[in-house]
């Protein structure tokens, strides 16, 4: 490898410019006939790379491509690539959250496993250890994505003859709508499943799907989500607050309306629940939405007359509105 470097060296030095042009022809030609007798792999060691790298600095991209033949060039590409590195290092940005030590996270493990206790009581336990785990993003993430993402959930309502009932809905992120709504006595991963097709027809899916890790997610609900071409984000166990709107959604619905009512069957949940949602979609206020209903409610002036009350839900609630004398 020494013997051709000195060789072309000498060949080239005292050389007019002309000669120069004709002799660089000559070894391209010289080049490709080498190239092609050539084995596959050629151990090149590394003073010989050194020098390659050397010559091979100021050369573009292009000619380097024509004339490498020892080594494929797009290997010799990526050796001047480390090397720039080697010489003018980047500072390293590291981006996301923090790493948490190996010895916190086997902490936070045995604390879980011990107590049975969720993130809150966790966090709280170490504090008082002197240890201040990374804070949470999980609040950056839903804001960021809350165009993209809907939640899912169940919560049980029992009946006048004591039976439980479990209602299913999803909800958007984005204006806090429920998208889709149902009421079974018998929850299953096919009906599940079943329901978050009617939840997305005609590829209204969005990108990522929160949940929590209850088993009724099983495998025919999961192969559903797959083919609709969600991502599920599962949270962390026991930790509702990871699934906040859809938590804040059924607080709502109890307080404001299942708590005021002796539910009679599957067919009255249903009633009363869709009674509700127009209710909530339309004219009741989130201080989330800034003041505003998921469907967008208009302002109405005070020229517009005296305000009147609408009753709602059967006369539980009241939407209050302008109407001219």
Same mark, same amino acid.
Request: charged share 25%; proline share 7%.
């Given at each position: 490898?020494a013997?051709?470097?000195n060789?072309?060296?000498?060949l080239l030095?005292?050389?007019?410019q002309?000669?120069l042009?004709r002799q660089i022809?000559?070894?391209k030609v010289e080049?490709?006939?080498?190239r092609?007798r050539?084995p596959e792999?050629?151990?090149?060691?590394?003073r010989e790379?050194?020098?390659?790298l050397?010559?091979?600095g100021?050369?573009?991209?292009?000619?380097?491509?024509q004339?490498?033949t020892?080594v494929h060039p797009?290997?010799?590409l990526?050796? +001047?690539?480390?090397? #720039? /590195? $080697?010489?003018?290092p980047t500072?390293i940005?590291?981006?996301?959250?923090?790493?948490?030590?190996? *010895?916190?996270?086997?902490l936070?493990?045995?604390l879980?496993?011990e107590?049975?206790?969720g993130?809150?009581r966790?966090?709280?336990e170490?504090k008082k250890?002197?240890?201040?785990?990374?804070s949470?993003?999980?609040n950056t993430?839903?804001?960021?994505?809350?165009?993209?993402i809907a939640a899912?959930?169940f919560?049980?309502?029992p009946?006048?003859?004591f039976r439980?009932?479990?209602?299913f809905f999803? +909800?958007?992120h984005? #204006? /806090? $709508?429920?998208?889709h709504?149902?009421?079974?006595?018998n929850?299953t991963?096919?009906?599940?499943? *079943?329901q978050i097709?009617e939840?997305?027809?005609f590829?209204?899916?969005?990108?990522l799907l929160?949940?929590d890790?209850?088993?009724i997610?099983?495998?025919?609900?999961?192969r559903?989500v797959?083919?609709l071409?969600?991502?599920?984000?599962v949270t962390a166990?026991?930790?509702?607050?990871?699934?906040?709107?859809?938590e804040r959604f059924?607080g709502?619905?109890?307080?404001e309306?299942?708590?005021h009512?002796?539910i009679?069957?599957e067919r009255h949940?249903?009633?009363?629940?869709s009674k509700?949602?127009?209710?909530?979609?339309g004219?009741?206020t989130?201080q989330?939405?800034d003041g505003?209903?998921?469907?967008?409610?208009?302002?109405e002036p005070?020229e517009?007359?005296?305000?009147v009350?609408?009753?709602?839900v059967?006369g539980l609630?009241?939407r209050y509105?302008?109407t001219?004398?």
């Open positions: 490898m013997t051709i470097f060789s072309l060296v000498m030095a005292g050389a007019t002309k000669e042009a022809k000559y070894l080049n490709e006939v080498l092609s050539l792999r050629i151990h090149v060691t590394p790379r050194s020098r390659l050397k010559f091979a100021n050369l573009p991209a292009k000619a380097l491509k004339l490498v020892i797009d290997t010799l990526r050796w +001047l690539r480390e090397e #720039r /590195r $080697r010489r003018n500072p940005v590291t981006r996301g959250r923090p790493k948490t030590a190996v *010895q916190i996270r086997r936070i493990l045995k879980a496993r107590n049975r206790w993130y809150t966790i966090m709280g170490l250890l002197g240890i201040q785990p990374p949470p993003t999980w993430f839903l804001a960021e994505h809350v165009r993209d899912i959930d919560f049980v309502v009946t006048a003859t439980l009932l479990y209602v999803v +909800l958007s984005d #204006r /806090r $709508r429920i998208l709504f149902n009421v079974t006595a929850p991963a096919e009906w599940t499943a *079943q097709a939840a997305f027809p590829e209204t899916a969005p990108r929160v949940r890790r209850d088993s997610y099983g495998d025919a609900f999961k559903r797959e083919s071409d969600i991502d599920e984000v166990a026991r930790s509702p607050w990871q699934n906040p709107y859809a059924v709502t619905a109890r307080r309306c299942l708590n009512f002796i009679l069957n949940l249903k009633r009363l629940i509700f949602l127009g209710y909530y979609h004219s009741r989130h989330g939405l505003d209903c998921p469907e967008h409610r208009k302002v005070p517009l007359g005296p305000v009350s609408v009753p709602l059967g609630h009241h509105t302008r001219a004398a």
